[in-house]
């Protein structure tokens, strides 16, 4: 999906939040700046030069979007700070005696400028650059794939293992007390599971992430949803179980009922919504996947998710595996892969 990052406030900070791929901007741009108690900061003239800009396009473009930028960094100096400042480039830069505040962007608000620029040639230039640093560092720090990002993350193993447990609750009692086909009313219980959850059948969800026919669905999701996906399983498997005991077995229909009904739930919905929102925002930012569905939900990934999943929290997976204390594990979850 193409990004446009003049339009979308939401892609603008997912680079600005972007805390791998930053300093290698930073680094390419080559951008001359003022450095004060170790923070670059470049005026507004100086961004109207690089940006090959008049200053009243600055100036204009801080009154449409202040409250952006302030957010990113641009700051107003004035009093004790501005003297201070003043004197730290003396005599090299002069800034007039007779001014009492300056505008300052530090580099992500700098960068922030550029995004919305879109008369500027140079600040077309840049959005190029920035898009192309981001895809090499994820790509980088990926392997060159992004299926399986969500791996990467410390808190994926435990809730896989934890989900599998709880699937296997859900198939037992599917097998036992749902009517139909073994292998026809399992996948449909759980697409009224994914339904519930990310209003996406698993179909939809393969179609966008493009996965291949032996690709498990469970193990592209997110730790926090896959947390979801167990609760709703588990759930679903008592209610199931305890219906049936009452009245006999169910269909497929009647499931996809208490897995509407569970959705619905106000002790769910916090998980639910915070499922929908992780997966909305991290896919778009890590897959560069649009979830039409829950498009409602997006949000810009914080930093700390970055640094989760390919900073410096982030772990190998594979290598992990790959280590004969985990082999059993690894058995496991293959075994669940293949059923």
Request: negative net charge.
């Amino acid at each position: 999906m193409a990004k446009d990052l003049t339009t979308s406030q939401i892609e603008r900070q997912n680079v600005l939040n972007n805390t791998v791929a930053l300093p290698r901007i930073q680094e390419a741009l080559e951008i001359e700046a003022l450095e004060f108690q170790g923070v670059y900061y470049v005026t507004k003239q100086m961004a109207a030069d690089y940006y090959g800009v008049e200053l009243r396009t600055i100036e204009n473009c801080l009154a449409d979007n202040e409250e952006e930028l302030r957010h990113n960094g641009y700051s107003l100096w004035k009093g004790n700070s501005l003297k201070e400042f003043k004197l730290h480039f003396a005599p090299e830069k002069d800034f007039g005696n007779k001014t009492t505040q300056l505008g300052l962007f530090d580099f992500r608000s700098f960068l922030n400028l550029g995004m919305l620029l879109t008369t500027s040639e140079k600040a077309k230039y840049v959005r190029s650059r920035i898009l192309d640093i981001v895809i090499s560092t994820i790509n980088e720090k990926t392997g060159g794939g992004t299926k399986y990002i969500n791996r990467r993350d410390r808190e994926y193993l435990p809730a896989a293992i934890q989900e599998e447990n709880y699937h296997k609750n859900l198939t037992e009692a599917v097998n036992k007390y749902v009517d139909g086909h073994k292998t026809y009313k399992y996948a449909q219980v759980m697409d009224a599971i994914y339904k519930a959850v990310f209003c996406e059948k698993a179909k939809e969800y393969r179609k966008l992430l493009d996965l291949g026919a032996k690709d498990n669905v469970r193990r592209t999701l997110y730790a926090e949803v896959l947390r979801v996906v167990s609760s709703f399983e588990n759930g679903v498997a008592f209610e199931i179980t305890r219906q049936a005991k009452e009245c006999g077995p169910l269909t497929v229909a009647e499931v996809s009922e208490i897995c509407r009904q569970m959705a619905e739930h106000p002790l769910q919905a916090p998980y639910v919504y915070d499922a929908r929102q992780k997966m909305a925002s991290r896919d778009l930012a890590f897959r560069d996947v649009f979830h039409g569905n829950i498009a409602e939900y997006l949000k810009a990934v914080t930093p700390e998710e970055f640094d989760k999943f390919i900073g410096s929290k982030s772990l190998d997976f594979d290598a992990i595996m790959a280590l004969p204390e985990n082999q059993e594990v690894l058995k496991v979850l293959k075994q669940a892969e293949d059923e």
